[in-house]
Nanobody, 120 residues
Framework: QVKLVESGGGFVQAGESLRLSCAFSGGTFSAHSIGWYRQAPGKEREMVAD???????KYADSVKGRFTISRDNARRMGYLQMNSLKPEDTALYYC??????????????WGQGTQVTVSS
């Protein structure tokens, strides 16, 4: 049973930075992609960034150039470095771990979320 625990959220001013961390346990970390998603009040959950098991990164257009996703396979950790934060980045941020079986079925696990609030 995969367990994900996020940390690092907080309240910051616009232009400041935060680093989110995701601790992974209960599975084979290196076989999973790690993603960060966010959900603001009244909005749907959206993908922010994703890093595959092979290290390929993807970003939402809204965060390109400001956010950087990374992973440490030895420590079984995922990270999201968020720079130049904007008020519109305010949301509950979730860590996702995904694994696709040999039959093509995707399995997703989620953390409980960490709140990021950016004040103008």
């Amino acid at each position: 049973q995969v367990k994900l625990v996020e940390s690092g959220g907080g309240f910051v001013q616009a232009g400041e930075s935060l680093r989110l961390s995701c601790a992974f346990s209960g599975g084979t970390f290196s076989a999973h992609s790690i993603g960060w998603y966010r959900q603001a009040p009244g909005k749907e959950r959206e993908m922010v960034a994703d890093i595959s098991s092979g290290g390929i990164e993807k970003y939402a257009d809204s965060v390109k150039g400001r956010f950087t996703i990374s992973r440490d396979n030895a420590r079984r950790m995922g990270y999201l470095q968020m720079n130049s934060l904007k008020p519109e980045d305010t949301a509950l941020y979730y860590c996702n771990a995904a694994w696709t079986s040999a039959f093509g079925k995707r399995y997703d696990d989620w953390g409980q979320g960490t709140q990021v609030t950016v004040s103008s």
